[in-house]
Structures are given as C-alpha cells and as structure tokens.
C-alpha cells in the first residue's frame, strides 16, 4: 500500500465519521433530506464568497457555506410554518432555487475559475493527497485531511459539550423549552456543523458521498440500537467500514472512488436492513411469524377453555372438527395442534384435543388480559 493509498482513505475515514456524527442526529430528528438540501444549497454561499474574497483557499468560504446552509433552514421553517407547505415540499422548493442560482451564477460569472457545479457534486479523492498542507516549509499532510480533522474535532466537542441539550432537544422539544435550554439555538447550531461538514468535504469527495456519509451510517445504526452513544459509534464505525471497502472496491473495479464508497454505504444498510438482530426485515418476519402461531395457538386454548365442561364439548374438541370451529385451513389448524402439543399446553386423548393444566392456565390468562385490555 502505498503512501497515497493510505492518505485516501485516512481522508475518506475523516470525512465518514465526521458527517456520521451529525448524520445521527439528522435521522433521530427526522431530518434526512435536509443534508440533502444544505449540501447542494451550500454552493451558493461558496459561489458568493468567491466573488467577495476572491480567493479559493479562503477559509471565508466555509463561513458563507455555512450562513447559507442556516438560510436554507430558516427559508424551509419559515414555508412550514405557514401551515401552507409541508416540510418535505418545503425542501424541495427551497434547495433547488438556492441551488440552480448557484449554478447560474457559476456558468456565468466564473467560467475561468475552479469552481464548477460537477467538482462539488462529485468530487475526487483520487487527486486530494496532492493538495498539501505545510507549517513553516513543512509538508504535514494533504489538506483535505487536516481541514476534515479539524472539523471533526469541533463535531465531537460540540455533541460532548452539547450533549444533554441535543439529546433532550431531539427527542422530546417541548420539555427542552420548557427546562430553558433553547432547543432552537441547538437546532440551528447543529445544522450549522452540517454545512461546515459538507462545505469541508466538498473539494475531496463531494456533495453525493457527503449525503450518502451523512444518513447511510446512521441509518444503519438506527436499526441496530436506541442507545444514543452506542449509536454515534457504531454510526463512525460504519461510516469507515464504508469508506475503506468503498475504496479498495474502486480499486478492484477501476471505479470513481467516492461512488464506490457510497455504493457500500449502500451495501452496508442493505445487510443491516435484513440482518439486524431486532429490526431487521429478517427478525421482524420471524417474530411476526412467531406471534402469529403463539396468537392461534391461545386462541384454541381459550376455544377449548370456553367449551371445557359443556354440552358441545365432545364436538368441538374433536381433532378432525378443529379446523372447522376456529375457521383455518386444515394444514394450518394441523400445525397450530401440533405446536400447542409441543408447549404442553393440549394433548391429544381418543381423537380429542383437551387442554392440559398449563394450558387453562395459558387460556385464563389470555381472557383476562383481553378483557382489562392487557398486552
């Protein structure tokens, strides 16, 4: 592996944990698209700053990109809280006005200067360890990694200082207010650090794997954990996972680097989407299998309680009838016996069911908790 090799994806780690950071809090709030939104709408602050500074490497930029990411935020609330436009629709007329602006202004204004819509889209990896960062006539790393650290840095230190106040914000708005921890200045301080993120990832990997970065992890760890810390690690964990198998995949494939990287982003919540031990596609089918056999199965013993002890009973315990008095299909009354039999909870006696002592007890149970309205 050469030294190139390493810088990319030290770069691309950076940059997946830094975004996967604020990515969480993005998904708990149910603010998905909103990265969406501030990464594309962030080029008009960059675009703006330009013309004012004239400098690429102006550090101004990110502060433009990030004023604009809030101008995006306050211009979607402030449509949404007309009650005349949903969130949802709101994003999708305000970001792409910001956006094609920015666009225009680049495609008139500056078509001799660095600055091009398909850079900040897309971005390359490839090219970033040749950009450098030197101290004093000392080179110290590409510039890309120092920019993504430091970001990543002020990431960390505003959820470690801000912790409380962004989870109470989060998850429950009302009782933040009411405790006196402004939940709107953490509302727009994280969506602050979202356009700083994006705006600092753009010239390496660019704004399509800056989004993927940001929701994909996770997202991810949403569905393996409720546990707000265990989520932010997971999310980086997942986040560089992501970014060096993304990598040595366009090594393999000969590939665009920050595509392959958002491919297995893709990858990775594909197989926690089905593979997640509770939430998962696979655990949810097996559990709403299980509670559907358990359900029959308590509704036979409360069939067989309610006719224990009566004139009906010789016929409607009968094993051949079963299926007829519950109304299932004969395989599947078959197979609800069969499971009721292995719980101990019925026997089959002389071409009857009958219920055995934990059965009436299982049956009791059930009818009480149906009738206080028990789960």
Known sequence: MTI???????????????????????????????????????????????????????????IGAAATGVLTISLVELLNKTRLVKEDAAIGLVFPALFSIAVILISRFATNVHLDSDSVLLGELAFAPFDRFELFGTDLAPKALVMMSVILLINVLFIVLFYKELKLATFDTGLAATLGFAPGLIH??????????????????????????????????????????????????????????????????????????????GVVFLATFLFAPERGMIAVARRRARQKWEFAQRMLVIHLLNHENTPEAETESRVEHMHHHMRWEPDFASSVI??????????????????????????????????????
Not at 248 to 262: C, N, T, V, Y
Not at 340 to 352: C, E, S
Not at 361 to 374: F, K
Request: charged content about 10%; aromatic content about 6%.
């Open 188 to 265: 727009y301080g994280l969506m602050s650090l979202v356009s700083i993120t994006a705006v600092g990832a753009f010239d390496a990997v660019g704004s399509i794997l800056v989004v993927a970065m940001m929701i994909g992890p996770a997202a991810a760890a949403y569905l393996l954990t409720d546990h707000l810390p265990r989520m932010l690690g997971l999310s980086a964990l997942i986040g560089v996972l992501s970014a060096v198998s993304g990598y040595w995949l366009a090594h393999w494939l000969d590939a665009s680097i920050a595509g392959s990287m958002a491919t297995m982003v």
């Open 4 to 62: 190139q090799q390493l810088e990319i994806q030290l770069i691309a780690s950076v940059v997946a944990v830094a975004c996967s950071l604020v990515g969480v809090f993005l998904v708990l709030r149910r603010m998905a698209m909103m990265s969406d939104a501030i990464s594309h709408t962030v080029l008009l602050g960059i675009v703006v700053t330009f013309f004012l500074v004239q400098d690429l490497g102006s550090p101004l930029l990110i």
């Open 338 to 375: 069969a499971r009721g039999v292995q719980a101990d909870w019925i026997i089959r006696q002389n071409g009857h069911v009958v219920l055995t002592e934990k059965g009436r007890e299982v049956a009791r149970v059930a009818i009480i908790d149906e009738t206080t309205g028990s789960r």
